[in-house]
């Protein structure tokens, strides 16, 4: 029999992973286009839950660790807070303190998909509504998503680019549309050129952007594996019975190689 610990971790590293992995699903096949466009909301939401829910999984693991394999008070985790930012820089101190070779360090570009994610967990998320009841204080989530996509599309090779600009005339220009008008998934009003530019342009770039979250998570698997490590060491000293699952086994995606997941359409369990 499992103790009550062991199978709260185990549905705790369920409910962390299909998050995660759906969230990478709907950023992987979202689009600005109509059919499309309402993944962006729903990758955003299960992205968030997850980081959220990854990060305080290591925090009290840690706290674990520290305080003679105590969990912390329901206080004492709602203190760690919903800022993903703060999360994530609460748990890059902790390989240091372990004396492990991992780091959790972010390049620009996945420093702005944190951030973005930061942000639709704290209230972008409830942009559409607050807007909705003149009460809007923070940003739209779609607009900061834009942003990313578009880091990630200058990051194509330049040939890739000019092919899809050069694909986008050819397409306007026989469909008669060059002087139409596209709203955007943001609001803004855009030419049709740029619009089908942009569409073919995000299909290109949504796989490198699934890889950028990728390697945000890929250090968690490493210092999750240390934490149980430790956890169930400790656990044996003192002849206790285990309460922790190895909890890095739910996210061996975490460790895909950049090859595979480039060319990875759908991301589901087993899959």
Known sequence: MFTQNFRLFTQEGHLTMSSLLGGLNSIRNANVDDNRRGLFYSGLFELATGFERLMKVVLILDHQLKNDL?????????????????????????PQAYGLRTELK??????????????????????????????????????LWLSVIDDHIWSLRSDVRTKLQSDAI????RSGMAGSWQQNVDGEWVTMLDFYYLMSATEKANPHIVWS?????????????HQCDELHERYASQGKENEVPHMFE????????????????QWAWGK
């Not at 050819?170 to 220009?173: H, P, S």
């Not at 979250?213 to 594996?225: A, D, Q």
């Not at 995606?253 to 480039?262: D, M, N, T």
């Open 70 to 94: 105590k969990n912390p008070t329901n206080k004492e985790l709602k203190a760690f807070g919903h800022n993903i930012k703060e999360l994530f820089e609460k748990c890059s101190e902790l």
């Open 106 to 143: 972010l390049n620009d570009k996945q420093r702005k998909i944190l951030l973005t994610l930061t942000e639709f967990a704290k209230g972008s998320r409830y942009y559409n509504l607050d807007v909705l009841t003149n009460h809007n204080k923070n940003e739209n989530p779609i607009s």
């Open 170 to 173: 050819q397409v306007i220009d």
């Open 213 to 225: 979250v990728i390697e945000i998570l890929r250090p968690f698997h490493g210092l999750l594996w």
């Open 250 to 265: 739910f996210f061996p995606f975490f460790l895909i190689p950049k090859s595979s997941a480039l060319r990875k359409k």
